[in-house]
């Protein structure tokens, strides 16, 4: 089993930033593919950005690219997104998930086995 806790989520303005992190309990973190997924009241849950199990590729959503940063730390056990020039639309739950599979190609949230319980982004205007 695989733990997942989210945290940094917050109230900014419009233009703010908030760095959001997850911590993974498992010993074997370091080999999963890790991706944030997001989603807004009436909407469905959306991807936003994965990193492969050493950072060396990564794939971010048309609507999040150059605003938002995605990595990780394996010593640490804990992946971040990094949330810059933040827009009201960007206000949703940020879930973190793990895909234990090698291949880290998918965006689809069912592809991801292990979740974390989401952590609230409210950005104001």
């Known amino acids: 089993q695989v733990q997942l806790v989210e945290s940094g989520g917050g109230l900014v303005q419009a233009g703010g930033s908030l760095r959001l992190s997850c911590a993974a309990s498992?010993?074997?973190?370091?080999?999963?593919?890790m991706g944030w997924f997001r989603q807004a009241p009436g909407k469905e849950r959306e991807f936003v950005a994965r990193v492969t199990w050493n950072g060396g590729v990564i794939l971010s959503a048309d609507s999040v690219k150059g605003r938002f940063t995605i990595s990780r730390d394996n010593a640490k056990n804990t992946v971040y997104l990094q949330m810059n020039s933040l827009k009201p639309e960007d206000t949703a739950v940020y879930y973190c998930?793990?895909?234990?599979?090698?291949?880290?190609?998918?965006?689809?949230?069912?592809?991801?086995?292990?979740w974390g319980q989401g952590t609230q982004v409210t950005v104001s205007s």
């Open positions: 998930a793990a895909d234990v599979s090698a291949s880290c190609r998918s965006t689809l949230s069912y592809d991801y086995e292990y």
């Open positions: 498992s010993r074997t973190f370091s080999s999963y593919c």
